[in-house]
């Protein structure tokens, strides 16, 4: 199970910080996330993999980053600068056969003053 | 950057009936990188089909994708009450690594 952690409020400017929390081992497996405008459609974000290697939507890479700390089973979102066009759901996920089998239950994220 | 069309936008069916959604590529791609998702309200994708055509665990058998190419279609042969939802497809690829299409509504007609 993924399960998703942060701030439901972020101000404009401001830096969208997430942590997903991996039952069972992070080892493995690749992970990412995507997120949901609402009533829109799914953007993935960013993805990596267990040997390191880290891949990002050109359109956000100037602003993402994502990390990882194997002793705590979690990894991690940072978003800088955002506006209101970052308000959306994000969900973290599990990658495995070029699609993503296990997601969070998702976290709803507005940026407002 | 491959991008994914949907169709229909939303389609009406009747409990039992069949159900046949399009997800159409901008270039040739590899069946091993379409998948397929549903999406009920206020609820996380869930997969459905990947590689075009292998279901996913625990996704009965009414679901069934195909397609190679730039045309892939996934099909529910006997709709359900609870298939009614937004399907999504989505392809693994270069740069974006990871694109979805937008999506097609199922709702009850």
């Known amino acids: 199970q993924l399960q998703e952690s942060g701030p439901g409020l972020v101000k404009p400017s401001e830096t969208l910080s997430l942590t997903c929390t991996v039952s069972g081992g992070i080892s493995s497996y690749y992970w990412g996330w995507i997120r949901q405008p609402p009533g829109k459609g799914l953007g993935w974000i960013g993805s990596f993999t267990y040997s390191g290697s880290t891949y990002y939507n050109p359109s956000l890479k100037s602003r993402v980053t994502i990390s990882v700390d194997t002793s705590k089973n979690q990894f991690s979102l940072k978003l800088t600068s955002v506006t209101a066009a970052d308000t959306a759901v994000y969900y973290c996920?599990?990658?495995?056969?070029?699609?993503?089998?296990?997601w969070g239950q998702g976290t709803m994220v507005t940026v407002s003053s | 950057e491959i991008v994914l069309t949907q169709s229909p936008g939303t389609l009406s069916v009747s409990p039992g009936e069949r159900a046949t959604l399009s997800c159409r590529a901008s270039?040739?791609?590899?069946?091993?990188?379409l998948a397929w998702y549903q999406q009920k309200a206020g609820q996380a994708p869930r997969l459905l089909i990947y590689g075009a055509s292998t279901r996913a665990t625990g996704i009965p058998d009414r679901f069934s994708g195909s397609g190679s190419g730039t045309d892939f279609t996934l099909t529910i042969s006997r709709l359900e009450p609870e298939d009614f939802a937004v399907y999504y497809c989505q392809h693994y690829g270069s740069s974006p690594l990871f694109t979805f299409g937008p999506g097609t509504k199922v709702d009850i007609k």
């Open positions: 996920v599990r990658w495995v056969n070029y699609a993503f089998d296990i």
């Open positions: 270039q040739s791609v590899s069946g091993s990188f």
